[in-house]
């Protein structure tokens, strides 16, 4: 396609599919990345699956990221945010500013073309070596990482604490803070690949400590000592953060038809660039139309 | 930072912290994002938690996403990969491809300023607006989506199956093909809004019928009526799936100390980029060392 407008030389694969979700969105309107030429929904350009339909629910199923999410023996368990549509819309993003870089730099055109069944392998990271180097098909593992030891969520008097140790010396600093400083001599627990082995142990020696305080109790005492730790916040709290406001990711945009509403903020601070408090609410259908043909000279 | 070498201008913050994971390392090693400037893992930079160890488990439980993952009820499930990581490595990507462009076109250096916890935040999506606008606090919902049914994992003869009806005529359809076109006529479920209030006794519908037959009978059966469905795959069957290798998403590092491993491929495929099927090895720590102060002018 010959260069005309800023956005020329573009195309973007599979929009309708990879872009769910209000923030991915928002990221791509800021970002000038509006489309100039939108393909049926597909699930990739050049294979034989690329016409099924490719919803969060079903690649997160087709993907495998539901098989190690969840607790091993119990329900399945989707990821609880749509990560399937968050993942396609974050590689399109990386992959539309890499083509504008390239364009800026040559001149030349580049089709963009990314599939959400990739995505989600892609996001698979160590459970796919975890397979491939020893055979063994990865299952859920609860609150706990796969393959360190101790870095979960544990019960407390009156809740639940994450805990990540994730390397000898904060374990040792762990055991110690805990009062349990004989925990980081014994012999089952000496290194990560023992702990990994006698996790259930571990964590019944942490747990008998942990349920004599609150959460908060434990996470002032573990941060004092330097040892990685949080609460398990639910979305409330999560908003209510300090640091929520402080990093300006709660904005608001003020739509005339459902008034205010609040979302996250952007969390790429660029400097040089500002970060609102507040958003432009959405643009109605084709309200663009006249700008983007002007736009493409038509 | 005076512009220098092709990487100058470029600070990214918090690295040791947000670029966990094979992939997101490959990643920016693809993008030829080297780094020149490293500062000690933090946070954010302005807010008063910019110290704060931001490991992946610890961002997942404070940033929300854990208290809307799992089963109300069950013990608490993290999401079964680093997604805390992974958002940050992503976001982290687009941020530094956009630097890129910027400095490309007008010489100005950016300062990129990514935080695991805002990233986290940046993923709730819906969850944020169904607390903001109602006041209810989003709790964990299974294998289900939030406000879409059937949208969901049912069970079958010997499996499960994800079934993904996103609107009214998709679930005419999906009544349709089970041979149970009176669930589309029931009051109760003639909206998606009526389907999400009745959405347990929806599932008793149709898992009735689904428990009569497996998987594949189904999945070719809906797939045929155009009704958006898949299978829950392990990591082995999503690897193997026939999609994997058509789009190159498995792909090898053949590491002199290690053998052959085996890792995801690249889900942004760029017209005029080349996608191999292997990939060099990691360089040792330190053997480009040479290299980036030559470049850097040092």
């Known amino acids: 396609m010959a260069q005309r407008g800023p956005l020329s030389g573009i195309t973007i694969i599979d929009l309708s599919r990879i872009l769910a979700g209000p923030y991915c969105t928002l990221l791509l309107a800021e970002?000038?990345?509006?489309?100039?030429?939108?393909?049926?929904?597909?699930?990739?350009?050049?294979?034989?699956?690329?016409?099924?339909?490719?919803?969060?629910?079903?690649?997160?199923?087709?993907?495998?990221i539901m098989s190690i999410t969840g607790?091993?023996?119990?329900?399945?368990?989707?990821?609880?945010?749509?990560?399937?549509?968050?993942a396609g819309g974050l590689y399109t993003a990386v992959a539309l500013n890499a083509a504008f870089l390239h364009r800026e730099r040559t001149g030349e055109a580049t089709k963009v073309d990314v599939a959400l069944f990739d995505c989600q392998l892609a996001l698979l990271e160590n459970a796919i070596m975890r397979y491939t180097t020893?055979?063994?098909v990865p299952g859920p593992m609860g609150a706990r990482h796969p393959s360190?030891?101790?870095?979960?969520?544990?019960?407390?008097?009156?809740?639940?604490?994450?805990?990540?140790?994730?390397?000898?010396?904060?374990?040792?600093?762990l055991a110690q803070a805990l009062g349990r400083a004989d925990l980081a001599e014994n012999p089952l627990f000496e290194t990560n690949a023992l702990r990994n082995q006698h996790q259930e142990a571990l964590r019944a020696e942490l747990e008998g400590v942990l349920c004599a305080e609150g959460t908060n109790h434990w996470i002032a005492l573990l941060e004092t000592a330097g040892v990685p730790c949080g609460p398990v916040n639910n979305i409330a709290q999560a908003l209510a953060h300090p640091q929520t406001a402080a990093r300006n990711m709660l904005i608001s945009v003020d739509d005339p038809v459902t008034g205010p509403l609040e979302l996250a903020g952007n969390p790429m601070k660029l400097s040089?660039?500002?970060?609102?408090?507040?958003?432009?609410?959405?643009p109605d259908l084709d309200a663009d139309r006249d700008h983007i043909l002007r736009e493409l000279g038509l």
Chains 1, 2 share one sequence.
Do not use: C
């Open 148 to 173: 360190i030891t101790p870095f979960e969520a544990f019960e407390t008097r009156d809740g639940n604490i994450i805990i990540a140790a994730g390397n000898d010396g904060l374990f040792v600093k």
């Open 272 to 282: 040089g660039f500002a970060d609102p408090p507040t958003r432009p609410r959405a």
């Open 134 to 136: 020893t055979g063994e």
């Open 31 to 64: 970002l000038g990345a509006r489309v100039i030429k939108v393909e049926p929904p597909q699930q990739g350009d050049d294979a034989r699956y690329s016409h099924y339909p490719a919803y969060d629910m079903v690649v997160q199923g087709l993907g495998g």
């Open 71 to 86: 607790h091993p023996g119990m329900p399945l368990t989707r990821v609880g945010t749509s990560v399937g549509d968050l």
